[in-house]
C-alpha cells in the first residue's frame, strides 16, 4: 500500500522493470545523476489470505493494480494447513544447514566461465539447455502455448502463467548453477535440472490457483471447506446451511458463505 501514497506514483514502474534482472533506473540528485544497470529485485515475505485477496482483486479488475506487478509474484505458495496436530520438538539439522550455506557460498563466488558460460555483450553471461534438455522445454513450451490459447481460462491466470515462459528456463538454471557449485560440475544446463524446473512450475499453478480462486470462483474455497467437514464426519446425513455456519467453523461462519 505503500505505493499507494503521495511521492511513492513512480513505485510500481519500478518494480515492473526491475523484474526483468537487466533493466535500468536512474535518480536524479541534486549534483549528480544515479543510473542502476541491470537492477536483480527478489522480493521475500508472508501475508494473511485477507489483504491478499484484495490484491488479487484489484489484479483482476479494471483498476491502476492491474499492471502486472501481481503475476510476476511467481513462486507464492498457500499450502492448506495439516488437518492434526503433531508437535515436533528436536534440533536443527545443522548438517543439512551448512551444506545449504556452502553452496550459496560457492555459487556468491562462482566464475561463469569454469562452468562454461559464455558472454556476450549484450546479454552478459549466459547457458545454453544441453540438446535433450532443448527437446524437452520446446515440448513444454508447445504444450504452455496451447493452454494459453485454450477458451475458459480467466485472463488474469492466463497472464500468471503466461510468465512461465521464462520461469521455466531460470528455475532450470538456478538448479543447475546449485549443481555445479555443489559438485564441480559444469557445461549446459541439463535434463535433470529442466525437469526439476517443471515439477516446481506444476506444484505453483496448484498454488496460484487457489490463490486467484478465491476472488475469480466466488465459493469455491466455501465449497471445499464444506466437503472436508462431509468427509472428515463432522456433517453426516442430512443437514441445512443453518446447522453449518451455527457451528463456526473457519470460512463456514456466516449464512452468505453457506
Not at 24 to 41: E, G, I, P, Y
Not at 52 to 72: V, Y
Not at 92 to 117: H, M, T, W, Y
Amino acid at each position: 500500500r505503500t505505493m499507494e501514497r503521495d511521492g511513492h506514483e513512480g513505485d510500481r514502474a519500478f518494480y515492473l522493470e526491475a523484474w526483468t534482472g537487466n533493466g535500468r533506473h536512474s535518480t536524479d540528485r541534486v549534483t549528480r545523476k544515479l543510473t542502476a544497470h541491470s537492477m536483480c529485485l527478489s522480493l521475500l515475505g508472508g501475508i494473511q489470505p485477507g489483504p491478499l485477496a484484495k490484491f488479487i482483486r484489484e489484479a483482476t479488475t479494471e483498476s491502476s493494480g492491474n499492471d502486472g506487478l501481481m503475476q510476476r509474484l511467481q513462486l507464492a505458495v498457500w499450502p492448506h494447513p495439516p488437518s492434526e496436530y503433531r508437535l515436533v520438538d528436536r534440533p536443527p539439522d545443522k548438517e543439512s544447514e551448512a551444506r545449504a550455506i556452502a553452496v550459496f557460498q560457492r555459487v556468491d563466488d562462482l566464475e561463469p566461465q569454469k562452468i562454461g558460460a559464455i558472454h556476450d555483450e549484450q546479454s552478459g553471461w549466459f547457458l545454453r539447455f544441453g540438446s535433450d534438455a532443448q527437446d524437452d522445454y520446446l515440448q513444454s513450451l508447445e504444450a504452455l502455448e496451447r493452454r494459453l490459447r485454450a477458451e475458459g481460462e480467466h485472463p488474469a491466470v492466463i497472464a500468471h502463467l503466461g510468465k512461465y515462459r521464462g520461469l521455466v528456463p531460470k528455475l532450470a538454471l538456478v538448479f543447475h548453477v546449485a549443481e555445479c557449485a555443489a559438485n564441480g560440475s559444469g557445461g549446459p544446463v541439463t535434463r535433470d535440472a529442466l525437469r526439476l524446473a517443471l515439477r516446481w512450475a506444476s506444484y505453483l499453478e496448484a498454488h496460484a490457483r487457489r490463490i486467484y480462486g478465491q476472488v475469480i470462483e466466488p465459493g469455491h474455497q466455501e465449497s471445499i471447506a464444506l466437503a472436508q467437514r462431509i468427509l472428515s464426519g463432522d456433517l453426516q446425513g442430512e443437514f441445512c446451511a443453518r446447522e453449518v455456519y451455527r457451528k463456526g467453523w473457519r470460512g463456514l461462519d456466516s449464512a452468505a458463505a453457506v
